[in-house]
């Protein structure tokens, strides 16, 4: 008899090797991100997608279960991420904490925002408020781990407690720390957006296609985050799957830009586009506008365009958002030497505040004078840029 329990302790049920316990670990890790990023994210946040209630009910059981994590909690603790990026009521900026505190310690700073009963209510509308939700879900968070630990006891022995210990590790890691503050750190970006976001790769398998900030701060709303050819996302993957069998919806997935020809001056269409489309926008500004004038300068010069330090580059794309007030100052500095590269950054400061604009008629009127000043600047790329800019139209997607 206590050989047996000896036997039970050390290995449990399955009496399974290190490989099978890697495969459990690996299986149950990815579907927790799959409730993470297809329930929690796409589906409850953004409303991107609409799951069957079937898997949205499992997802729901299956989060409470691995992670212990409140639906409506981490749904409003990301809508007030995406309302205040990057100010200081933002829960988990990097700009504004650090890297380092969001990378080690996005778990304390998810716990402190999801603590604020005002942001409950306010950003997290719209979330399950059922029984079980009220009973067990929410009523007893908890409950799920510790259901968890005894099933990987059981499963495994005593080693069990370390699988759990992984798992419980896992969303904390990749999601609080990593996808939150790498994914505003370091990377590269599609879309110049108001904010730090960007893609850690270009394939996002690991982490359900999170990897894909950038992206999906450029189009929250959209259920799919891969949005260039070269780019995957195994989340959009998991979603079409489910589709085919009738069980999810595609509610929203980012519009495609398209250029009309034959548009003399902007109209509502190209509003309506440049505003969808802004992010965009701004992104083939800095690459076909104030690229090649800083290029052409620095030819000019007898230099590289690599003699502008990549801080400053990246800095002009934003128009240095994120620089501190002595770094301002000397990009401020470079301008004034460089007339052409001031007048484009002026050029793109004034688009940029067009884009913040309320009400369609002055918007237009802006937008309209935008064109015709750039048409007339003398400046082939800007000239180049906003022929084609008059142009933008939406195509809706039929993904």
Not at 66 to 80: D, F, I, L, Q, Y
Not at 229 to 253: M, Q, S, T, Y
Request: hydrophobic share 45%.
């Amino acid at each position: 008899m206590f050989d047996a329990v000896l036997n039970f302790l050390s290995s449990g049920l399955l009496h399974a090797g290190w490989l099978t316990m890697v495969v459990y670990l690996l299986v149950m890790t990815q579907i927790t991100i799959f409730t993470v990023t297809l329930y929690l994210h796409r589906c409850q946040t953004h409303r991107g997608v609409d799951l069957h209630p079937l898997i949205a009910n499992f997802f729901r059981f299956w989060g409470w279960l691995t992670t212990g994590m409140v639906t409506k909690e981490w749904v409003a603790v990301h809508r007030k991420h995406h309302a205040k990026v990057e100010t200081e009521e933002d829960p988990h900026s990097p700009q504004i904490y650090g890297l380092k505190k969001v990378f080690w310690d996005g778990v304390g700073l998810y716990r402190n925002a999801s603590e604020v009963k005002e942001d409950l209510e306010k950003y997290g509308r719209g979330t399950p408020d059922d029984w079980i939700e009220r009973k067990l879900y929410s009523g007893h968070p908890y409950w799920g781990p510790t259901l968890m630990l005894i099933i990987n006891l059981a499963l495994f022995g005593v080693i069990g407690a370390a699988v759990w210990a992984v798992q419980m590790a896992w969303i904390p890691f990749w999601a609080a720390g990593f996808v939150n503050g790498v994914g505003h750190w370091w990377g590269y970006r599609n879309f110049e957006s108001s904010d730090t976001a960007t893609n850690l790769v270009p394939w996002g398998v690991w982490i359900g296609g999170e990897e894909l900030h950038n992206n999906h701060h450029a189009f929250p709303s959209s259920a799919k985050f891969a949005l260039r050819k070269w780019e995957f996302d195994i989340g959009w993957a998991a979603i079409c799957a489910l589709r085919a069998v009738g069980l999810a919806k595609v509610l929203r997935v980012a519009p495609t830009l398209d250029v009309r020809p034959n548009v003399h001056l902007p109209d509502a269409e190209t509003l309506k586009a440049v505003l969808t489309h802004r992010f965009q926008a701004m992104t083939d500004f800095y690459r076909n506008v104030i690229v090649p004038t800083l290029r052409d300068e620095a030819q000019h010069a007898g230099e590289s365009i690599k003699a502008t330090p990549r801080r400053m580059r990246r800095a002009l794309a934003d128009g240095g958002r994120w620089l501190d007030g002595e770094s301002r100052e000397r990009m401020q500095a470079v301008l004034a030497k460089r007339p052409t590269l001031s007048t484009v950054c002026d050029f793109r400061n004034r688009l940029a505040d067009l884009m913040e604009q309320r009400g369609a008629e002055q918007a237009l009127k802006g937008l309209q004078q935008w064109v015709v000043e750039a048409e007339q600047s003398g400046i082939r790329a800007l000239q180049e840029f906003a022929q084609r800019l008059k142009s933008y139209s939406v195509v809706a997607s039929n993904a």
